[in-house]
């Protein structure tokens, strides 16, 4: 069966990465996989989508029209197709979909926020029923931080409904609705509050 899988976000969030090693993995797996990108290069916090098919027959159109899952990591607005499972990270204002604090979790749970995506590539797997193998997901990771990865893509995988309403409710305001905030029209002039120098910057691409 065709499975579509789309990811949304900007550069710097590991996008390309994420793809990327799904892909590798799927194909030592034995599935014919395509993978498009779209992205500006030119401009750090510009778009960066990714555009996945795998099936064990081969795949005649690589265009992704509509997708079976969507991974939302941004709120810029450049996908423009329709996500039957959408899973976005916390703070991103996209109805129905699965919230999951994807940057934090990478702090809190690995001690840096870029293993986020790894978590975030491990729910993917999750959603496209794919088996968790995990000989061939650590020959499919770059070779650097291997097994922090390897247990990063393992966390998000294990995740259940339960587990990811709860990560949600505790999970400290992430940067999109920092950035809500900071923007607001009540914001105050004078005191507190939040600068844009303030907010986080973007995660940094793993391997």
């Known amino acids: 069966m065709t499975t579509r899988i789309a990811l949304d976000g900007v550069g710097g969030q590991g996008v390309r990465v994420i793809a990327g090693i799904m892909g590798n993995l799927l194909a030592r797996m034995g599935k014919q996989v395509t993978i498009l990108f779209d992205y ?26 509509e997708a079976d899952i969507m991974l939302k990591l941004a709120d810029k607005g450049h996908m423009r197709i329709h996500g039957h499972k959408i899973v976005a990270d916390l703070g991103l204002d996209v109805p129905g979909a699965e919230q999951i604090p994807f940057a934090s979790l990478g702090s809190q749970q690995f001690g840096k926020e870029l293993f986020g995506n790894m978590i975030a590539l491990g729910r993917l797997l999750r959603l496209a029923e794919i088996e968790f193998d995990e000989t061939a997901i650590r020959e499919s990771l770059p070779r650097r931080f291997v097994d922090e990865n390897l247990a990063a893509i393992r966390f998000g995988y294990d995740l259940e409904p339960d587990d990811i309403a709860r990560l949600a409710a505790e999970a400290p305001p992430s940067r999109f609705q920092m950035n809500a905030a900071a923007t607001a029209p009540d914001r105050r002039a004078v005191g507190g509050g939040l600068d844009a120098s303030d907010l986080p910057v973007e995660v940094a691409e793993t391997g």
Not at 49 to 61: K, Q, R, T, V
């Open 40 to 65: 500006d290069s030119s401009v750090r916090g510009s778009m960066s989508d990714a555009f996945l098919i795998f099936d064990d027959e081969p795949i005649a159109n690589p265009v992704v029209e």
